[in-house]
């Protein structure tokens, strides 16, 4: 077994754990966080919706393990909706960056080589439907950034297929959080599921592309 295959294996248990972990400490101090967002009030909410945009268009920064603590704060609805909102935001402004600037924009980040994987995924028909499957499965700001360089989709088309995409594995992932430990290791394990066929995907239509430029 390669050891890229075995960080990987390893990389998926340790998503499942710490979701687990943090939605569990978060729903013991469920009281706490309701409380502390209250009084933070609005500006509580703009500063989680900061910290989704930032994750978004600085590519390095993850928020995902912020969404166990959302979801036990505002409850899981109110969470989706502003996790869908600065993941949104920031999907916009990293795709506007990109189509903006190109690779001079993104040549410094780590994630570039996984950009260009995806640039031979992407198909020259049906590319909403295509975007909207890979949103459920694909971080947004690689395929964000992804999409901005080497796809020819308007705003308009990539708007609709972000929200659309991202909206029902949000959800979930928001009510999990509040549930049993049965539910979210179920969720958790089925978004790993299906990054692993997407990852698996990108990984086959790159591989043919590269035999046939070669």
């Known amino acids: 077994m390669k050891n890229s295959t075995i960080w990987y294996i390893v990389g998926c248990i340790l998503t499942v754990i710490g979701f687990v972990l943090l939605s569990g400490v978060s729903q013991q101090h469920n009281g706490f966080l309701e409380g502390f967002v209250q009084q933070a009030g ?14 978004v268009v600085i590519a390095p ?9 959302a979801a036990n704060s505002w409850g899981p609805l109110l969470a ?4 869908v909102l600065g993941w949104t935001i920031g999907s916009m402004i990293a795709f ?9 924009w993104v040549g410094k980040m780590e994630k570039v080589q996984r950009m260009r994987e995806i640039e ?21 700001d690689i395929l964000s950034y992804a999409l901005g360089i080497f796809s020819t989709i308007g705003y308009r088309a990539f708007f609709f297929s972000t929200i659309i995409g991202i909206t029902p594995f949000t959800l979930l992932l928001t009510y999990a959080s509040t549930s049993t430990t049965q539910i979210q290791v179920a969720v958790i ?26």
């Not at 920064?61 to 603590?69: E, K």
């Not at 989706?80 to 996790?83: F, I």
């Not at 506007?96 to 001079?104: D, I, S, T, V």
């Not at 997407?198 to 070669?214: A, G, R």
């Open 120 to 140: 031979a995924a992407i198909p020259r028909r049906h590319v909403f439907i295509f975007v909207t499957l890979l949103r459920s499965t694909i971080p947004v």
């Open 61 to 69: 920064i993850s928020t995902f393990f912020l969404v166990p603590v």
């Open 80 to 83: 989706a909706v502003y996790t």
């Open 189 to 214: 394990s089925f978004g790993v599921v299906l990054f692993s066929a997407s990852s698996y995907y990108i990984y086959s239509k790159n591989k043919m592309y590269n035999k046939l430029h070669e």
């Open 42 to 55: 609005v500006g509580g909410i703009f500063s989680y919706l900061g910290l989704m945009i930032v994750a």
């Open 96 to 104: 506007y960056l990109a189509r903006r600037y190109g690779l001079k």
